[in-house]
């Protein structure tokens, strides 16, 4: 069962990136490359470095499981925006849900590192000293670099071996947090929409009527009809709402009144499902070409 969503999720990521032109799938494996090769870096200097070490791994022994899982959660976010880039309008007013300090991101490369650890190795680390624990983690991650090198070294500096270990780890992550109701809308969270997306919405002016259908002309949310020539707000998806009925809808939820369009929002997971919906929408229409 497992197994299944992990490949669906996989699936519609590959669906997806099929819609992408060449020019655009080798950007994409060039960011997410440099990004990886940027990790790795810092997951290196991490162990090499007693004092930061000891500094992350105090930083994250003080983190409920609520704010780790919130940590990784925006550590994934942040890679998932460069998949969704070539697809999502909101690049350059989305919100803050996928910043990440210096801090959080050593935090983050640590937890991941310990809990692969745990999973290839026996060996608990619990009750071992900071520096005890910082030489193991070493050596297993000096060990694997020296594999990876021998027997599968191109695997992750070859363009499609960036993405499909990428597509691979997120998959992963989607179905730890439940993509699968995600992709079905089932989560039914109401978050509001991130304060930087509001400010930069559009003010225009009702135009004159070009056709009969008087839906396009009435505010849904006070059922009103707005007049030609008001001021009023337009979303992304075009629909057109009076003003003093959007702000207080877009307080609570980041979906359009009329057609559940989504826009950004400053919660890390309702962004995780924003750009989730944007892949699974891409994916549909790659089936459907
Ligand atoms: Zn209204
Ligand atoms: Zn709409």
């Known amino acids: 069962m497992e197994f299944q969503s992990r490949r669906s999720s996989s699936t519609m990521?590959?669906?997806?990136?099929?819609?992408?032109?060449p020019h655009q799938f080798s950007t994409l494996s060039q960011v997410l490359g440099s990004t990886f090769h940027l990790h790795r870096r810092r997951r290196l200097a991490l162990l090499l470095s007693p004092a930061l070490f000891s500094l992350s791994l105090r930083h994250l022994r003080s983190l409920s499981l609520h704010h780790k899982?919130?940590?990784?959660?925006?550590?994934?976010?942040?890679?998932?925006?460069?998949?969704?880039?070539?697809?999502?309008?909101?690049?350059?007013?989305?919100?803050?849900?996928?910043?990440?300090?210096?801090?959080?991101?050593?935090?983050?490369?640590?937890?991941?590192?310990?809990?692969?650890?745990?999973?290839?190795h026996p060996l608990p680390l619990q009750g071992l000293s900071t520096s005890k624990c910082?030489?193991?983690?070493?050596?297993?991650?000096?060990g694997r670099h020296m594999f990876a090198v021998s027997a599968l070294g191109l695997s992750t500096s070859t363009t499609c071996g960036v993405v499909s270990s990428y597509i691979h780890h997120t998959a992963r992550f989607l179905d730890v947090i439940g993509c699968s109701d995600i992709a079905i809308g089932?989560?039914?969270?109401?978050?509001?929409?991130?304060?930087?997306?509001?400010?930069?919405?559009?003010?225009?002016?009702?135009?004159?009527?070009?056709?009969?259908?008087?839906?396009?002309?009435?505010?849904?949310?006070?059922?009103?009809?707005?007049?030609?020539?008001?001021?009023?707000?337009?979303?992304?998806?075009e629909h057109l709402f009076h003003w003093g009925?959007?702000?207080?809808?877009?307080?609570?939820?980041?979906?359009?009144?009329?057609?559940?369009?989504?826009?950004?929002?400053?919660?890390?997971?309702?962004?995780?499902?924003?750009?989730?919906?944007?892949?699974v929408n891409k994916s549909r229409m790659s089936n459907c070409q």
């Not at 990521?13 to 032109?21: C, E, N």
């Open 186 to 237: 089932k989560t039914g969270r109401e978050v509001a929409t991130s304060v930087a997306t509001v400010v930069s919405l559009p003010s225009i002016k009702v135009p004159a009527r070009h056709t009969d259908d008087d839906n396009l002309f009435e505010c849904v949310i006070c059922k009103e009809e707005m007049r030609e020539g008001r001021e009023v707000c337009k979303l992304p998806c």
């Open 13 to 21: 990521m590959m669906g997806a990136l099929s819609t992408l032109s």
């Open 134 to 142: 910082r030489g193991l983690l070493l050596d297993y991650v000096l």
């Open 245 to 279: 009925c959007v702000l207080p809808w877009l307080k609570k939820r980041n979906t359009c009144p009329y057609c559940r369009f989504r826009l950004p929002t400053d919660d890390v997971f309702g962004e995780i499902e924003r750009l989730w919906g944007l892949l």
């Open 69 to 120: 899982s919130l940590l990784i959660a925006r550590f994934h976010l942040s890679t998932l925006k460069h998949l969704t880039l070539n697809w999502d309008v909101h690049v350059h007013s989305g919100g803050s849900a996928g910043l990440l300090r210096l801090r959080d991101v050593d935090s983050a490369l640590l937890l991941l590192l310990l809990s692969e650890f745990r999973h290839h």
